[in-house]
Every structure is written in structure tokens, then in C-alpha cells.
């Protein structure tokens, strides 16, 4: 069963602080990557989006990177601010499969204090 | 932001009584999913469409069915609405398979007393 695994669960950082979110899948082959950000009662916005040749792709102070070896990637947040508070979801599509149903992680709930 | 509009975006329901949610969508996608989302369980696929007519079933498809009759409208049906089934349903949408781009409605929260 393809999985992907988030870690922390729950961060708290101070506001200007860098922060590192993992995760790692067991999708395979897969198609491409994303990382959502999820505010509080709103639906997902896609960040970014990394395809199996990729290694790193980067949205203003979030940089995704995608090691496809290890199956692993990290979503790195450059000089947080109090918006950047909210649930990351790391999202993995197949490469096959017919459907291209992506798995879901359980997502990060980041919060960033003044 | 993707035209989707979810509706309604709150309702509070009676167990067993049917319960339908909208999502309409603006963008001509020919993908088109529902997911509820619960606290420690992510987002879950309960129902996806490939096109009008077409169907398939997610990972959490029982006591849900959907129908989508035209390219723009996909709907959720709780045949008879249970406490379990109190959740944020999302739909999504995306122009091709493989989820290249796929973009979230804003949540329909619905409470089954």
C-alpha cells in the first residue's frame, strides 16, 4: 500500500526562523511531488511541485527538495512570518496505475509565534 | 484562484436523512474528486471522476455515491447520513490524470446530529 509518512507532526517556531518539514513515501514509481498549504478552514493551495527528475523547486521562502533514492523530501521555510502558520501537506502521485490516485500525507501544523 | 465553488459550506443534518454537496467548477477540468478531511486521518479520496458519467471509487466510498452529469457539477450523496460521517469534505479538480495540477475547493463542514 503506498504511504507517505510527515514529520513533526506539530512545530512551533518564532517568527524570522527557518524550519525544515519532512517527508518520505513509498510510492514508486511516482509521478510527481507536491506540497500543499493549508490554512485554517480553507481548502489546500499548491506550493510546489516536483517531478522524479527533479531536486529541489522553489515558491518565494518555501524550497522543496526531492531526493527519489531515498524517497524523501523537505519542505524548508525561509524567515518565517506569523502567516506562514498552518497545516503542509505533502501529496505523492503514482506514475502508474491507471487511476493516478495521489496518497496523502496526515500533514505538518506549523505554528509561528511572534 | 481555480473556479470551484463549493456548496453549501456549512450544514448541520439528522442522522438518516440524505445529504447532498455540490462542487461546481468553472475550469472545464475533466477530473474531478471528493475527499473528507478528519482530524489524524489527512485527506481521504472518496470519490473521483474521469468525465461526465464517469466514476470510480476512492478509499472511503462506502455509504457515499456521486454523480456528475455535466463537465461542470460533481456531487456527493450521503444516502442516509451517520455520526461518522460528520467531517470537511473537500472537492478538487485537475485537467489531467496524474494529478499534475489540481486545485481545492474551500470545504463544505458538515455535522450529523
Known amino acids: 500500500k503506498n504511504q507517505v509518512e510527515q514529520s513533526p507532526q506539530s512545530l512551533i517556531i518564532l517568527e524570522g526562523k527557518n524550519c525544515t518539514l519532512q517527508c518520505n513515501y513509498t510510492v514508486s514509481p511516482f509521478s510527481n511531488l507536491r506540497w500543499y498549504k493549508q490554512d485554517t478552514g480553507r481548502g489546500p493551495v499548491s506550493l510546489t511541485i516536483?517531478?522524479?527528475?527533479?531536486n529541489t523547486k522553489s515558491n518565494g521562502r518555501y524550497t522543496a527538495t526531492l531526493d527519489a533514492d531515498t524517497k524523501q523530501s523537505s519542505l524548508h521555510i525561509t524567515a518565517s512570518q506569523l502567516s506562514d502558520s498552518a497545516s503542509y501537506i505533502c501529496?505523492?502521485?503514482?506514475?502508474?496505475?491507471?487511476?493516478?490516485?495521489?496518497?496523502f500525507g496526515r500533514g505538518t501544523s506549523l505554528i509561528v509565534h511572534p | 484562484d481555480a473556479g470551484i465553488t463549493q456548496s453549501p459550506r456549512h450544514k448541520v443534518t439528522e442522522t438518516g436523512t440524505p445529504v447532498t454537496l455540490r462542487c461546481h467548477q468553472t475550469e472545464n477540468h475533466r477530473y474531478m474528486y471528493w475527499y473528507r478531511q478528519d482530524p489524524g486521518h489527512g485527506l481521504r479520496l472518496i470519490h473521483y471522476s474521469y468525465g461526465v458519467k464517469d466514476t470510480d471509487k476512492g478509499e472511503v466510498s462506502d455509504g457515499y455515491s456521486v454523480s456528475r452529469s455535466k463537465t461542470e457539477d460533481f456531487l456527493l450523496t450521503l444516502e442516509s447520513a451517520t455520526s461518522s460521517q460528520t467531517s470537511v469534505y473537500f472537492c478538487a479538480i485537475s485537467e489531467k490524470a496524474g494529478y499534475t495540477e489540481a486545485f481545492f475547493g474551500q470545504g463544505t463542514r458538515l455535522t450529523v446530529v
Open positions: 516536483m517531478t522524479f527528475s527533479e
Open positions: 501529496v505523492v502521485s503514482p506514475a502508474s496505475g491507471g487511476s493516478y490516485i495521489p496518497t
